[in-house]
């Protein structure tokens, strides 16, 4: 299985702040990495998919680079619904597999 | 707008079969640009994928649960299901179907998950 581990593991940072999450693959993946947001008690989202194109209805300040094994979401400016985790995942090879996720905490 | 909305026991006992159904709406699952899945996420962890089925009723499993999981399709109710069997507290989870599309491998539309438990 291809491992995905994302960093940091926690964050604290203020509304306002540019924060910016990784997210590494054992092997290359090409472009095949997902980010999504997940809050409390909900079902993630989707935010980003093929490593940077932006999902519909979600807004702007949410960016994704990367490809082959070292990819990032940077947040430009925390709005306070930011404040979830986020889960990368790989759609490379079978099994697909998530990061462990990275919480995203109020300063 | 596209909704999932899983359904199914929420308490099942170690050994047996967990079964669950996700209705779809808005959406056909016979369209062939999705794969229909399941994930899953123990509490307080990470998320799992199980596995997808599509419309033509192939398969793809997670091999560390392959063993154990079936994932079917029934298009004159537009529903996917999940059974897993033999199951045992490590199963204990919130369980989420989602459609997935071809494309990008990237769920992008959920349903809001429903918890099963597994305990005598």
């Known amino acids: 299985d291809i491992q995905m581990t994302q960093s940091p593991s926690s964050l604290s940072a203020s509304i306002g702040d540019r924060v910016t999450i990784t997210c590494r693959a054992s092997?290359?993946?090409?472009?095949?990495l997902s980010w999504y947001q997940q809050r409390p008690g909900e079902a993630p989202k989707l935010l980003i998919y093929s490593a940077s194109t932006l999902q519909s209805g979600i807004p702007s300040r949410f960016s994704g680079s990367g490809s082959g094994t070292d990819f990032s979401l940077t947040i430009s400016s925390l709005y306070p619904e930011d404040f979830a985790t986020y889960f990368c995942q790989q759609s490379h090879s079978s099994p697909r597999t998530f990061g462990q996720g990275t919480k995203l905490e109020i300063k | 707008q596209v909704q999932l909305q899983e359904s199914g026991p929420g308490l099942v006992k170690p050994s047996e079969t967990l079964s669950l159904t996700c209705t779809v709406s808005?959406?056909?699952?016979?369209?062939?640009?999705?794969?229909w899945s399941w994930i899953r996420q123990p509490p307080g962890k990470g998320l799992e994928y199980i596995g997808y089925i599509y419309f033509t009723g192939s398969t793809n499993y997670n091999p560390s649960l392959k063993s154990r999981v079936t994932i079917s399709l029934d298009a004159s109710k537009n529903q996917f299901s999940l059974k897993l069997n033999s199951v045992t507290a490590a199963d204990t989870a919130m369980y989420f179907c989602a459609r997935d599309p071809r494309i990008s491998g990237a769920p992008s539309t959920w349903g809001q998950g429903t918890l099963v438990t597994v305990s005598a």
């Open positions: 092997q290359s993946i090409s472009s095949f």
């Open positions: 808005g959406a056909s699952v016979t369209n062939g640009g999705y794969y």
